[in-house]
Protein backbone atom coordinates (compact mmCIF):
# COMPACT_ATOMS: atom_id res chain seq x y z
CA UNK A 1 0.00 0.00 0.00
CA UNK A 2 1.05 3.51 -0.77
CA UNK A 3 2.36 5.23 2.67
CA UNK A 4 4.96 8.07 3.84
CA UNK A 5 6.78 10.06 1.16
CA UNK A 6 4.81 8.44 -1.55
CA UNK A 7 1.66 9.32 -0.21
CA UNK A 8 2.14 12.71 0.19
CA UNK A 9 3.77 12.69 -3.59
CA UNK A 10 -0.27 11.40 -4.53
CA UNK A 11 -2.03 14.24 -2.56
CA UNK A 12 -0.10 16.52 -3.90
CA UNK A 13 -0.11 15.27 -7.57
CA UNK A 14 -4.52 15.07 -6.69
CA UNK A 15 -4.11 18.59 -5.49
CA UNK A 16 -2.57 19.90 -8.82
CA UNK A 17 -5.25 18.51 -10.17
CA UNK A 18 -7.77 20.15 -8.44
CA UNK A 19 -6.48 23.26 -8.46
CA UNK A 20 -6.11 22.84 -12.28
CA UNK A 21 -9.80 23.13 -12.77
CA UNK A 22 -10.09 18.87 -12.60
CA UNK A 23 -12.44 18.19 -9.38
CA UNK A 24 -14.29 14.86 -10.62
CA UNK A 25 -12.95 12.12 -8.77
CA UNK A 26 -12.92 9.52 -10.92
CA UNK A 27 -12.01 12.27 -14.08
CA UNK A 28 -8.87 12.88 -12.17
CA UNK A 29 -8.07 8.50 -11.35
CA UNK A 30 -8.61 8.42 -15.10
CA UNK A 31 -6.28 10.73 -16.15
CA UNK A 32 -3.97 10.08 -13.53
CA UNK A 33 -4.07 6.42 -15.39
CA UNK A 34 -3.44 7.66 -18.61
CA UNK A 35 -0.22 9.23 -17.66
CA UNK A 36 1.05 6.29 -15.66
CA UNK A 37 0.00 4.38 -18.95
CA UNK A 38 1.88 6.24 -21.02
CA UNK A 39 4.89 6.27 -18.72
CA UNK A 40 4.72 2.34 -18.05
CA UNK A 41 4.16 1.88 -22.20
CA UNK A 42 8.13 3.68 -22.43
CA UNK A 43 9.02 1.32 -19.46
CA UNK A 44 7.64 -1.83 -20.93
CA UNK A 45 9.32 -1.19 -24.60
CA UNK A 46 12.45 -0.63 -22.58
CA UNK A 47 12.24 -4.50 -21.36
CA UNK A 48 10.89 -5.44 -24.65
CA UNK A 49 14.25 -4.07 -26.13
CA UNK A 50 15.92 -6.24 -23.88
CA UNK A 51 14.52 -9.45 -24.39
CA UNK A 52 14.48 -8.68 -27.87
CA UNK A 53 18.39 -8.20 -28.06
CA UNK A 54 18.74 -11.47 -25.86
CA UNK A 55 16.75 -13.50 -28.22
CA UNK A 56 17.30 -11.65 -31.41
CA UNK A 57 20.42 -10.49 -31.68
CA UNK A 58 21.48 -8.35 -34.64
CA UNK A 59 17.29 -8.04 -35.97
CA UNK A 60 15.42 -4.66 -35.76
CA UNK A 61 13.09 -4.45 -32.86
CA UNK A 62 10.35 -2.28 -33.76
CA UNK A 63 7.86 -1.99 -30.72
CA UNK A 64 5.23 0.10 -30.53
CA UNK A 65 6.59 3.59 -30.66
CA UNK A 66 8.99 2.79 -34.04
CA UNK A 67 11.45 4.56 -35.78
CA UNK A 68 9.26 7.76 -36.05
CA UNK A 69 7.65 8.50 -32.37
CA UNK A 70 10.98 7.78 -30.24
CA UNK A 71 10.02 11.98 -28.96
CA UNK A 72 6.22 11.16 -27.72
CA UNK A 73 8.40 8.15 -25.13
CA UNK A 74 8.05 9.15 -21.86
CA UNK A 75 12.15 9.25 -21.23
CA UNK A 76 11.31 12.18 -23.90
CA UNK A 77 7.85 13.98 -22.67
CA UNK A 78 9.88 14.14 -18.92
CA UNK A 79 12.53 16.51 -19.94
CA UNK A 80 10.41 18.55 -22.63
CA UNK A 81 8.12 20.76 -19.91
CA UNK A 82 6.77 24.43 -20.75
CA UNK A 83 3.78 25.21 -22.85
CA UNK A 84 5.58 22.54 -25.49
CA UNK A 85 4.69 20.02 -23.35
CA UNK A 86 0.59 19.66 -23.67
CA UNK A 87 0.34 19.78 -27.88
CA UNK A 88 3.06 17.24 -28.06
CA UNK A 89 0.86 15.35 -25.28
CA UNK A 90 -2.35 15.95 -26.55
CA UNK A 91 -1.99 16.26 -30.07
CA UNK A 92 0.52 12.90 -30.96
CA UNK A 93 1.45 10.86 -27.86
CA UNK A 94 -2.32 10.69 -26.85
CA UNK A 95 -3.63 9.78 -30.01
CA UNK A 96 -0.97 7.15 -30.34
CA UNK A 97 -1.37 5.52 -27.27
CA UNK A 98 -5.01 5.36 -28.61
CA UNK A 99 -3.50 4.36 -32.15
CA UNK A 100 -1.51 1.57 -30.82
CA UNK A 101 -4.87 -0.20 -29.37
CA UNK A 102 -6.30 -2.98 -31.83
CA UNK A 103 -9.98 -1.92 -31.59
CA UNK A 104 -11.23 -5.24 -31.34
CA UNK A 105 -9.05 -5.98 -28.20
CA UNK A 106 -10.10 -5.15 -24.83
CA UNK A 107 -7.75 -2.38 -24.22
CA UNK A 108 -8.88 -0.63 -27.68
CA UNK A 109 -12.08 -0.87 -26.80
CA UNK A 110 -12.19 0.91 -23.58
CA UNK A 111 -9.83 3.22 -25.24
CA UNK A 112 -11.88 4.38 -27.68
CA UNK A 113 -13.51 7.00 -25.81
CA UNK A 114 -10.84 8.23 -24.05
CA UNK A 115 -10.30 12.27 -23.88
CA UNK A 116 -7.39 13.80 -22.14
CA UNK A 117 -9.43 16.43 -20.30
CA UNK A 118 -5.63 18.18 -18.80
CA UNK A 119 -5.86 21.46 -20.86
CA UNK A 120 -3.56 23.64 -18.86
CA UNK A 121 0.56 23.61 -19.97
CA UNK A 122 1.57 23.73 -16.50
CA UNK A 123 -0.75 21.33 -14.90
CA UNK A 124 0.55 18.71 -17.24
CA UNK A 125 3.80 19.57 -16.34
CA UNK A 126 3.79 19.10 -13.13
CA UNK A 127 1.51 15.96 -13.28
CA UNK A 128 4.62 14.62 -15.45
CA UNK A 129 6.87 15.72 -13.06
CA UNK A 130 5.23 13.82 -10.25
CA UNK A 131 4.22 10.66 -12.10
CA UNK A 132 7.42 10.19 -12.95
CA UNK A 133 9.03 9.92 -9.72
CA UNK A 134 6.66 7.13 -8.60
CA UNK A 135 8.26 3.95 -8.69
CA UNK A 136 6.09 2.19 -11.79
CA UNK A 137 8.58 -0.02 -12.65
CA UNK A 138 8.55 -1.81 -8.80
CA UNK A 139 6.03 -4.08 -8.21
CA UNK A 140 1.92 -3.52 -8.85
CA UNK A 141 2.32 0.55 -7.80
CA UNK A 142 -0.44 0.67 -9.93
CA UNK A 143 -3.19 -0.58 -8.14
CA UNK A 144 -2.00 0.40 -4.74
CA UNK A 145 -2.32 3.77 -6.08
CA UNK A 146 -5.62 2.93 -7.62
CA UNK A 147 -6.78 2.05 -3.93
CA UNK A 148 -5.27 5.12 -2.31
CA UNK A 149 -7.19 7.30 -5.18
CA UNK A 150 -10.24 5.10 -4.46
CA UNK A 151 -10.43 6.25 -1.02
CA UNK A 152 -10.90 9.80 -1.38
CA UNK A 153 -13.88 9.40 -3.08
CA UNK A 154 -17.17 9.33 -1.09
CA UNK A 155 -18.72 6.67 -1.66
CA UNK A 156 -15.42 4.42 -1.28
CA UNK A 157 -16.00 1.05 0.38
CA UNK A 158 -19.91 1.01 0.15
CA UNK A 159 -19.80 -1.93 -1.96
CA UNK A 160 -16.70 -3.46 -0.95
CA UNK A 161 -14.15 -2.17 -3.52
CA UNK A 162 -11.06 -2.62 -1.64
CA UNK A 163 -7.90 -3.75 -3.77
CA UNK A 164 -6.58 -6.72 -2.38
CA UNK A 165 -3.24 -6.79 -0.94
CA UNK A 166 -0.10 -8.41 -3.28
CA UNK A 167 1.04 -10.24 -1.13
CA UNK A 168 -2.49 -12.14 -0.28
CA UNK A 169 -2.71 -12.38 -4.03
CA UNK A 170 0.34 -14.11 -4.53
CA UNK A 171 0.04 -16.21 -2.00
CA UNK A 172 -3.46 -17.66 -3.43
CA UNK A 173 -1.41 -17.56 -6.83
CA UNK A 174 1.20 -19.44 -5.62
CA UNK A 175 -0.91 -21.96 -3.41
CA UNK A 176 -2.62 -23.22 -6.81
CA UNK A 177 -0.02 -22.81 -8.95
CA UNK A 178 -1.57 -22.02 -12.54
CA UNK A 179 -0.75 -23.81 -15.59
CA UNK A 180 -0.15 -22.39 -18.70
CA UNK A 181 -2.85 -24.54 -20.90
CA UNK A 182 -5.46 -23.18 -18.05
CA UNK A 183 -8.16 -21.12 -18.30
CA UNK A 184 -8.06 -18.33 -15.39
CA UNK A 185 -11.09 -16.12 -14.00
CA UNK A 186 -11.93 -13.51 -11.26
CA UNK A 187 -15.34 -12.92 -11.65
CA UNK A 188 -15.21 -9.36 -9.83
CA UNK A 189 -11.78 -8.33 -11.17
CA UNK A 190 -10.76 -4.57 -10.24
CA UNK A 191 -8.35 -3.53 -11.39
CA UNK A 192 -7.21 -7.45 -12.44
CA UNK A 193 -4.51 -7.47 -9.47
CA UNK A 194 -5.13 -11.58 -9.45
CA UNK A 195 -4.57 -12.13 -13.12
CA UNK A 196 -1.54 -10.24 -13.34
CA UNK A 197 -0.08 -12.50 -10.48
CA UNK A 198 -1.03 -15.60 -12.32
CA UNK A 199 1.38 -13.75 -15.61
CA UNK A 200 3.63 -12.66 -13.79
CA UNK A 201 3.76 -16.19 -12.09
CA UNK A 202 3.21 -17.97 -15.42
CA UNK A 203 6.63 -15.43 -16.33
CA UNK A 204 9.18 -16.40 -13.16
CA UNK A 205 7.99 -20.32 -13.45
CA UNK A 206 8.27 -20.40 -17.10
CA UNK A 207 11.64 -18.85 -17.82
CA UNK A 208 15.45 -21.13 -18.95
CA UNK A 209 18.59 -20.05 -16.60
CA UNK A 210 19.03 -17.83 -20.05
CA UNK A 211 15.55 -16.20 -20.41
CA UNK A 212 16.29 -14.43 -16.68
CA UNK A 213 17.53 -10.77 -17.19
CA UNK A 214 19.50 -9.66 -14.40
CA UNK A 215 19.55 -5.53 -14.15
CA UNK A 216 22.26 -3.31 -11.93
CA UNK A 217 20.05 -2.94 -8.90
CA UNK A 218 19.28 -6.31 -8.28
CA UNK A 219 15.99 -7.30 -9.99
CA UNK A 220 15.55 -9.20 -12.48
CA UNK A 221 13.38 -9.59 -15.88
CA UNK A 222 11.96 -12.81 -16.77
CA UNK A 223 11.43 -13.30 -19.95
CA UNK A 224 9.22 -16.44 -20.23
CA UNK A 225 10.94 -18.11 -23.08
CA UNK A 226 9.39 -21.54 -22.19
CA UNK A 227 6.07 -20.59 -22.74
CA UNK A 228 6.18 -20.32 -26.45
CA UNK A 229 4.03 -23.07 -26.95
CA UNK A 230 1.33 -21.23 -25.15
CA UNK A 231 1.79 -17.69 -26.00
CA UNK A 232 -1.37 -17.74 -28.53
CA UNK A 233 -3.31 -18.80 -25.74
CA UNK A 234 -2.10 -16.77 -22.85
CA UNK A 235 -2.46 -13.36 -24.79
CA UNK A 236 -6.26 -13.45 -26.45
CA UNK A 237 -8.05 -16.75 -24.32
CA UNK A 238 -6.73 -17.51 -20.64
CA UNK A 239 -7.74 -14.62 -18.80
CA UNK A 240 -11.01 -14.03 -18.06
CA UNK A 241 -12.47 -11.22 -15.79
CA UNK A 242 -16.09 -9.59 -15.00
CA UNK A 243 -16.65 -6.08 -13.67
CA UNK A 244 -19.59 -3.06 -13.65
CA UNK A 245 -17.21 -0.20 -12.94
CA UNK A 246 -15.86 0.85 -16.77
CA UNK A 247 -13.04 2.87 -15.05
CA UNK A 248 -11.44 -0.33 -13.30
CA UNK A 249 -12.00 -2.14 -16.32
CA UNK A 250 -10.07 0.47 -18.12
CA UNK A 251 -7.24 0.32 -15.67
CA UNK A 252 -7.53 -3.86 -15.87
CA UNK A 253 -7.16 -4.16 -19.47
CA UNK A 254 -3.76 -1.31 -19.09
CA UNK A 255 -2.83 -3.63 -16.32
CA UNK A 256 -2.94 -6.51 -18.15
CA UNK A 257 -2.10 -5.34 -21.71
CA UNK A 258 1.57 -3.69 -19.83
CA UNK A 259 1.89 -7.30 -18.26
CA UNK A 260 2.28 -8.91 -21.83
CA UNK A 261 -1.53 -10.02 -22.23
CA UNK A 262 -2.66 -8.46 -25.57
CA UNK A 263 -6.52 -9.35 -25.27
CA UNK A 264 -7.98 -10.50 -22.36
CA UNK A 265 -11.34 -11.33 -21.75
CA UNK A 266 -11.74 -8.00 -19.62
CA UNK A 267 -15.98 -7.52 -20.01
CA UNK A 268 -18.50 -5.35 -18.56
CA UNK A 269 -20.72 -7.59 -16.63
CA UNK A 270 -22.59 -7.81 -12.87
CA UNK A 271 -21.69 -12.05 -12.78
CA UNK A 272 -24.45 -12.29 -10.29
CA UNK A 273 -27.26 -11.18 -12.48
CA UNK A 274 -28.65 -12.71 -15.09
CA UNK A 275 -27.25 -10.57 -17.99
CA UNK A 276 -23.82 -12.42 -17.66
CA UNK A 277 -25.66 -15.87 -18.13
CA UNK A 278 -27.82 -14.21 -21.41
CA UNK A 279 -24.77 -12.66 -22.80
CA UNK A 280 -21.78 -14.78 -22.07
CA UNK A 281 -23.18 -18.38 -21.52
CA UNK A 282 -20.33 -20.35 -22.57
CA UNK A 283 -18.19 -18.70 -19.64
CA UNK A 284 -21.26 -18.92 -16.84
CA UNK A 285 -20.98 -22.49 -16.54
CA UNK A 286 -18.11 -25.29 -16.39
CA UNK A 287 -16.11 -23.20 -18.03
CA UNK A 288 -12.64 -22.36 -15.99
CA UNK A 289 -9.46 -24.49 -14.41
CA UNK A 290 -8.99 -21.67 -11.77
CA UNK A 291 -10.57 -18.70 -10.42
CA UNK A 292 -9.02 -16.10 -8.26
CA UNK A 293 -11.14 -13.59 -6.63
CA UNK A 294 -11.62 -11.43 -3.70
CA UNK A 295 -15.93 -10.73 -4.26
CA UNK A 296 -17.67 -7.78 -2.77
CA UNK A 297 -18.87 -8.51 0.72
CA UNK A 298 -21.07 -6.23 2.00
CA UNK A 299 -23.38 -6.12 -1.19
CA UNK A 300 -26.60 -6.89 -1.14
CA UNK A 301 -29.03 -7.67 -4.22
CA UNK A 302 -32.59 -7.99 -5.29
CA UNK A 303 -33.64 -11.51 -5.75
CA UNK A 304 -35.22 -10.83 -8.87
CA UNK A 305 -31.73 -9.65 -10.49
CA UNK A 306 -30.03 -12.47 -9.33
CA UNK A 307 -29.41 -15.52 -12.11
CA UNK A 308 -32.11 -18.43 -10.59
CA UNK A 309 -29.41 -20.98 -10.95
CA UNK A 310 -27.51 -18.99 -8.04
CA UNK A 311 -30.71 -18.46 -5.71
CA UNK A 312 -31.80 -21.98 -5.93
CA UNK A 313 -28.77 -23.50 -4.26
CA UNK A 314 -28.27 -20.69 -2.07
CA UNK A 315 -31.43 -18.59 -1.53
CA UNK A 316 -29.62 -14.93 0.03
CA UNK A 317 -29.51 -11.37 -1.13
CA UNK A 318 -25.66 -11.44 0.42
CA UNK A 319 -22.85 -11.16 -2.31
CA UNK A 320 -20.48 -13.09 -0.56
CA UNK A 321 -22.99 -16.70 -0.19
CA UNK A 322 -24.00 -15.98 -3.89
CA UNK A 323 -20.36 -15.57 -5.60
CA UNK A 324 -19.38 -18.68 -4.11
CA UNK A 325 -22.19 -20.15 -5.47
CA UNK A 326 -21.67 -18.73 -8.32
CA UNK A 327 -17.78 -19.81 -8.85
CA UNK A 328 -18.89 -23.35 -8.11
CA UNK A 329 -21.14 -23.05 -10.95
CA UNK A 330 -18.23 -21.19 -13.55
CA UNK A 331 -16.19 -23.74 -12.80
CA UNK A 332 -15.09 -27.13 -15.07
CA UNK A 333 -15.44 -30.39 -13.00
CA UNK A 334 -11.71 -30.51 -12.18
CA UNK A 335 -11.58 -26.96 -11.70
CA UNK A 336 -9.96 -25.03 -8.63
CA UNK A 337 -10.79 -21.74 -6.96
CA UNK A 338 -8.99 -19.87 -3.95
CA UNK A 339 -11.54 -16.72 -2.58
CA UNK A 340 -11.30 -14.65 0.48
CA UNK A 341 -14.54 -14.41 1.85
CA UNK A 342 -15.36 -12.60 5.83
CA UNK A 343 -14.96 -15.34 8.92
CA UNK A 344 -18.60 -15.17 9.03
CA UNK A 345 -19.21 -17.29 6.19
CA UNK A 346 -17.56 -19.87 8.17
CA UNK A 347 -19.76 -20.31 11.01
CA UNK A 348 -22.99 -17.72 10.01
CA UNK A 349 -26.03 -19.60 11.48
CA UNK A 350 -28.81 -18.38 8.56
CA UNK A 351 -30.22 -20.76 6.26
CA UNK A 352 -28.17 -19.17 3.29
CA UNK A 353 -24.52 -19.89 5.51
CA UNK A 354 -25.64 -23.65 6.06
CA UNK A 355 -26.66 -24.23 2.37
CA UNK A 356 -23.30 -22.31 0.92
CA UNK A 357 -21.12 -24.38 3.50
CA UNK A 358 -23.01 -27.80 2.74
CA UNK A 359 -22.10 -27.02 -1.10
CA UNK A 360 -18.67 -26.49 -0.79
CA UNK A 361 -18.28 -29.29 1.64
CA UNK A 362 -20.85 -32.15 -0.21
CA UNK A 363 -20.65 -30.71 -3.78
CA UNK A 364 -16.93 -30.22 -4.29
CA UNK A 365 -13.45 -30.84 -2.41
CA UNK A 366 -13.21 -28.44 0.14
CA UNK A 367 -9.40 -28.35 0.42
CA UNK A 368 -8.15 -25.61 2.36
CA UNK A 369 -9.34 -23.16 5.12
CA UNK A 370 -6.51 -20.57 5.60
CA UNK A 371 -7.71 -18.24 8.94
CA UNK A 372 -6.37 -14.47 8.07
CA UNK A 373 -5.40 -12.02 10.93
CA UNK A 374 -8.07 -9.47 11.03
CA UNK A 375 -5.41 -6.36 10.09
CA UNK A 376 -5.12 -7.78 6.17
CA UNK A 377 -7.22 -5.02 5.01
CA UNK A 378 -6.69 -2.21 7.19
CA UNK A 379 -6.71 0.73 7.26
CA UNK A 380 -10.32 0.36 4.55
CA UNK A 381 -11.44 -2.43 6.23
CA UNK A 382 -11.03 -4.35 9.99
CA UNK A 383 -13.22 -7.44 8.80
CA UNK A 384 -11.90 -10.83 9.76
CA UNK A 385 -11.20 -12.91 6.86
CA UNK A 386 -10.16 -16.63 5.74
CA UNK A 387 -9.25 -18.33 2.29
CA UNK A 388 -10.87 -21.01 1.04
CA UNK A 389 -9.49 -23.59 -1.73
CA UNK A 390 -12.04 -25.91 -2.70
CA UNK A 391 -11.96 -27.94 -6.68
CA UNK A 392 -15.46 -28.90 -8.25
CA UNK A 393 -16.06 -32.43 -9.05
CA UNK A 394 -14.66 -34.24 -5.89
CA UNK A 395 -14.73 -35.34 -2.80
CA UNK A 396 -14.47 -34.18 0.42
CA UNK A 397 -12.28 -36.23 3.03
CA UNK A 398 -10.62 -33.70 5.27
CA UNK A 399 -9.84 -30.04 5.55
CA UNK A 400 -6.41 -28.43 5.86
CA UNK A 401 -6.35 -25.38 7.55
CA UNK A 402 -3.77 -23.19 8.72
CA UNK A 403 -4.08 -20.45 11.51
CA UNK A 404 -2.09 -17.03 9.96
CA UNK A 405 -1.85 -15.09 12.33
CA UNK A 406 1.16 -12.17 10.50
CA UNK A 407 1.52 -11.85 6.76
CA UNK A 408 5.10 -9.22 6.75
CA UNK A 409 3.18 -6.08 8.01
CA UNK A 410 1.60 -4.46 11.25
CA UNK A 411 -1.90 -5.28 11.43
CA UNK A 412 -2.67 -1.47 12.77
CA UNK A 413 -3.55 1.14 10.47
CA UNK A 414 0.12 1.86 9.27
CA UNK A 415 0.40 -1.13 7.97
CA UNK A 416 4.28 -1.16 8.35
CA UNK A 417 6.53 -3.75 7.42
CA UNK A 418 7.60 -6.63 10.36
CA UNK A 419 9.82 -9.47 10.80
CA UNK A 420 6.95 -11.59 11.36
CA UNK A 421 5.29 -13.56 8.82
CA UNK A 422 3.20 -16.73 8.08
CA UNK A 423 2.66 -16.67 4.49
CA UNK A 424 6.25 -18.41 3.46
CA UNK A 425 5.17 -20.89 5.72
CA UNK A 426 1.90 -21.13 4.47
CA UNK A 427 3.07 -21.59 0.52
CA UNK A 428 5.41 -24.06 1.67
CA UNK A 429 2.73 -26.38 4.58
CA UNK A 430 0.41 -26.20 1.58
CA UNK A 431 2.62 -28.15 -1.01
CA UNK A 432 3.25 -30.53 1.90
CA UNK A 433 0.39 -31.22 3.40
CA UNK A 434 -0.07 -34.80 4.32
CA UNK A 435 -3.45 -35.38 6.31
CA UNK A 436 -1.95 -38.44 7.96
CA UNK A 437 1.05 -36.57 9.40
CA UNK A 438 -0.58 -33.08 9.75
CA UNK A 439 -2.77 -34.01 12.93
CA UNK A 440 -1.47 -32.04 15.79
CA UNK A 441 -4.38 -29.11 16.29
CA UNK A 442 -1.52 -27.46 18.35
CA UNK A 443 0.23 -26.38 15.52
CA UNK A 444 -0.44 -23.92 13.00
CA UNK A 445 -1.61 -26.34 10.22
CA UNK A 446 -3.47 -29.13 10.71
CA UNK A 447 -5.90 -31.58 8.83
CA UNK A 448 -9.76 -32.05 10.22
CA UNK A 449 -12.26 -35.18 8.81
CA UNK A 450 -14.96 -33.93 6.86
CA UNK A 451 -17.08 -36.28 9.25
CA UNK A 452 -16.37 -34.22 12.28
CA UNK A 453 -17.28 -30.87 10.20
CA UNK A 454 -20.71 -32.35 9.64
CA UNK A 455 -21.15 -33.15 13.17
CA UNK A 456 -20.73 -29.56 13.78
CA UNK A 457 -23.45 -28.23 11.47
CA UNK A 458 -21.03 -27.34 8.64
CA UNK A 459 -19.41 -24.92 10.66
CA UNK A 460 -15.81 -24.53 9.08
CA UNK A 461 -14.54 -21.51 11.91
CA UNK A 462 -11.04 -22.74 12.81
CA UNK A 463 -11.53 -21.82 16.13
CA UNK A 464 -13.81 -25.14 16.48
CA UNK A 465 -11.17 -26.96 15.93
CA UNK A 466 -7.93 -25.27 17.25
CA UNK A 467 -6.76 -26.57 20.15
CA UNK A 468 -5.26 -24.32 22.02
CA UNK A 469 -2.33 -25.10 24.42
CA UNK A 470 -2.27 -23.05 27.72
CA UNK A 471 1.02 -22.31 29.66
CA UNK A 472 0.93 -22.08 33.25
CA UNK A 473 2.17 -19.19 34.97
CA UNK A 474 3.28 -19.35 38.34
CA UNK A 475 3.04 -16.06 40.72
CA UNK A 476 4.39 -15.41 44.14
CA UNK A 477 2.49 -15.17 46.68
CA UNK A 478 0.56 -12.27 47.65
CA UNK A 479 2.30 -11.76 51.08
CA UNK A 480 5.42 -11.23 49.05
CA UNK A 481 4.11 -9.24 46.55
CA UNK A 482 2.58 -7.35 49.19
CA UNK A 483 6.18 -6.76 51.21
CA UNK A 484 7.56 -6.19 47.91
CA UNK A 485 4.86 -2.90 47.16
CA UNK A 486 5.28 -1.88 50.53
CA UNK A 487 9.26 -1.17 50.11
CA UNK A 488 8.85 0.56 46.90
CA UNK A 489 6.42 3.17 48.77
CA UNK A 490 9.23 3.54 51.43
CA UNK A 491 11.72 4.54 48.74
CA UNK A 492 9.29 6.74 47.04
CA UNK A 493 8.88 8.20 50.27
CA UNK A 494 12.23 8.53 51.03
CA UNK A 495 13.23 9.86 47.90
CA UNK A 496 10.52 12.62 48.72
CA UNK A 497 11.67 13.68 51.85
CA UNK A 498 15.18 14.27 50.51
CA UNK A 499 13.81 15.94 47.56
CA UNK A 500 11.78 18.69 50.15
CA UNK A 501 15.29 19.32 52.16
CA UNK A 502 16.91 20.05 48.84
CA UNK A 503 14.65 22.38 48.15
CA UNK A 504 14.61 24.16 51.53
Known amino acids: MITGELRNKVDRLWLEFWQGGITNPLT ?58 LPLVRDRAFPHMKQIADKESTFGRYMEEAQLLIQKPQLLVKAVEMINELPLDKGDIKGDLYEYLLGKLTTAGVNGQFRTPRHIIRMMVDMTDPDPKWTVCDPACGTAGFLVTVMEHLLENHSSKQGVIEHENGEKTYTGDLLEPYWKHIRSDMFWGFDFDSTMLRIAAMNMMLHGVDNPKILYADSLSKTLHEAHPEMAENRFDLILTNPPFKGSLDFEGVHPSLTRKVKTKKTELLFLALMVRMLKPGGVCAAIVPDGVLFGSSNAHKDVRKLLIDECELQGVISMPSGVFKPYAGV ?57 RKKKAFFVPVDEIRENGYDMSINRYKEIEYEEIEYDPPKTILKRLNNLEMDIQKDLNELEVMLG
Open 28 to 85: VIEQITFLMFMRMLDITETRNELRHNRKEKGKSFKGVFGANNQDIRWQHLRKVGGDSL
Open 384 to 440: STAVLIFMKGSETKNVWYYDMEADGLSLDDKREPVEENDIPDVVERWKKRNPKKDTD
